[in-house]
């Protein structure tokens, strides 16, 4: 990590407001965040480049810092670092979750080693709340350096249009690899959302971006018990396609088995083979976790293991009940994958589920296909309850493939045009033995076979007999 | 602009369904492709037109082939 200049990291210099009617000014922006006329500052508004208040969201008593772009871009010196570091402890005291509002250019190089050591307090101030309280941050501009690591150790990041997150710059870059390349490519919301995995959700705009952060601190920090009489029961069934080989788009299947309009997609762009949500169930915050067979088929690989993995332990440190919906073939083969770490990071999927405290339950509707079965919240990993649709396969493999290899020879020996004929038989005879929902049943794996148009009512009493407010008591590092 | 889509991973292309000149918006479908034993169809991400089909039906398509090519609004 390096310090940056002392000036605003921003390409345009317009010409100087005066600080009371500058948008950058952090009064104006912690009011816009903040329930109207409820925000009572915790630190002094002066030249430290930082400002804390506490004050409430939708109703729910919450702490919040913001950068102060009016002075010196937000750079953070020893002063400012104090004040987010109070504004933990704060957090801390009152159980409270923690927003930060980020504009900086980073570490005060006029400080030197001095803003380093008061930004890395920060740090660790971050990673003692990791899991006890909720942290989500929302970057209004450039978040350079260690303005870049702030909001990377929280539980969520909400970029804004103009947000840019980098660790050095575009001058730094140049100077030392010659790369030339401007701040929106360097770390705006398209190598963010898409590539990076760093920032959770995208926003239009700025008042976009705070409102999607006060959605969230109200699902974070206002559970609400969940009703189970509220939960209407809808055909489910409808959002998918009817052929079982066809791919569809799993976002519709999510957002009705929450309660309408409750979603909040975190990791829309990312690793988009796998979707991960918060919203409401019976009014009750839930998260949930969908292979998404539109792209890649659904399958899991590295980057969709690694999300997911991460969204389970954030659910499961702040005690929010988990619904996995599974529709998958299998991990993605290939050499990319391997070199890729699918094991290792394919194993952070296994460990987070294995080790989860949250009620948590599984739906497979169409299918369950080999390791990436088990590491979606199998019943041998702790799920609550499992649950299938009727129809829905469990399985090392499909039962073609599966007989191509068992008889292998068998095949080989008839005719090349009879080949498909006699796979079909063998498939049948194999589905008989191994496959199919019913054995699933017999050995334990599934509890319940259930019709789509009834399942929201049976997620709802499984959650609900289980929801007693157990929870991991662990971090959550930012896998 | 010419927005890119590529493939995402290694498929046969089953169908080719939008043509060069084709106009397309958002989740409308270039191309259908199979692979892990499914139809996996290929959607526009932008509103434009189709400047370039780059694959035929029974390609073989790597991660990384261009589908198409659009030009954006």
């Known amino acids: 990590m390096t310090t940056t200049h002392d000036a605003p990291a921003t390409a345009q210099k317009p010409a100087k407001l005066p600080r009371a009617e500058d948008p950058r000014n952090p009064n104006m922006r912690l009011a816009a965040f903040f329930d109207e006329g409820t925000v009572e500052l915790i630190s002094a508004d002066d030249d430290s480049g930082m400002l804390a208040a506490v004050g409430t969201v939708d109703g729910v008593h919450t702490v919040a810092f913001c950068s102060d772009a009016t002075i010196m871009g937000g750079a953070m010196g020893h002063e400012g670092c104090k004040v987010v570091v109070a504004a933990y402890d704060r957090a801390m005291a009152d159980r409270a979750p923690i927003v930060g509002l980020w504009h900086s250019g980073g570490a005060r190089l006029a400080e030197g080693v001095l803003s380093l050591h008061a930004v890395g307090l920060i740090f660790q101030a971050m990673t003692r709340a990791s899991g006890k309280v909720p942290q989500i941050s929302v970057v209004l501009g450039p978040a350079a350096g260690g303005a870049a690591y702030g909001p990377a150790l929280t539980d969520v990041v909400i970029l804004g249009p103009e947000g840019r997150i980098f660790v050095t710059g575009p001058d730094v870059v140049r100077s030392v690899t010659g790369e030339d390349v401007d701040m929106l490519r360097l770390g705006g919301p398209e190598p963010h959302g898409r590539r990076s995995g760093v920032v959770h959700v995208l926003a239009e705009s700025e008042a976009h971006a705070l409102g999607e952060g006060r959605r969230l601190v109200a699902l974070l920090g206002d559970q609400r018990v969940l009703g189970v009489d509220s939960v209407d029961d809808v055909d489910l069934s409808e959002h998918l396609p009817e052929s079982k080989k066809r791919a569809y788009d799993v976002h519709l299947l999510v957002g009705h088995v929450l309660d309408e309009g409750s979603m909040v997609e975190l990791h829309n762009k990312w690793a988009p083979n796998i979707v991960t949500a918060l919203g409401r169930f019976g009014g009750r915050t839930v998260g949930v976790i969908a292979n998404n067979p539109l792209r890649l088929g659904g399958c899991l690989d590295s980057p969709s293991a690694e999300k997911a993995a991460r969204f389970v332990r954030t659910c499961d440190a702040y005690g929010i009940p988990l619904i996995v919906l599974v529709d998958v073939p299998g991990y993605l083969p290939g050499v990319g994958q391997e070199w890729d770490g699918v094991v290792r990071r394919g194993a952070k999927l296994l460990h987070a589920f294995g080790e989860a405290q949250v009620p948590r339950v599984t739906l497979v509707t169409r299918k369950a296909y080999g390791g990436a079965y088990i590491a979606m919240n199998s019943r041998s990993l702790g799920a609550t309850r499992v649950f299938a649709w009727p129809g829905a396969e469990i399985a090392v493999m499909g039962a073609i493939a599966a007989v191509r290899i068992l008889h292998r020879r068998k095949i080989a020996a008839v005719a090349e045009d009879l080949r498909p004929t006699v796979e079909l038989e063998l498939a049948a005879e194999h589905e008989k033995i191994t496959g199919g929902v019913d054995k699933a049943m017999q050995i334990g794996v599934v509890d319940e076979v259930v019709q789509p148009s009834l399942t929201r009512s049976a997620l709802a009493v499984a959650l609900a007999q289980v929801d007693t407010g157990s929870r991991g008591q662990h971090g959550n590092i930012p896998l | ?73």
């Open chain 2, 1 to 73: 602009m010419g927005h890119h889509v590529n493939a995402e991973l290694v498929a046969n292309v089953l169908k080719v369904v939008a043509q060069p000149g084709d106009r397309v918006e958002p989740e409308d479908t270039l191309v259908i492709l199979e692979s892990m034993k499914m139809e996996i169809p290929v959607q526009a991400e932008v509103a434009g037109t189709v400047a370039e089909v780059g694959v035929s039906e029974g390609d073989v398509v790597t991660e990384g082939d261009l589908i198409a090519d659009i030009d954006a609004d």
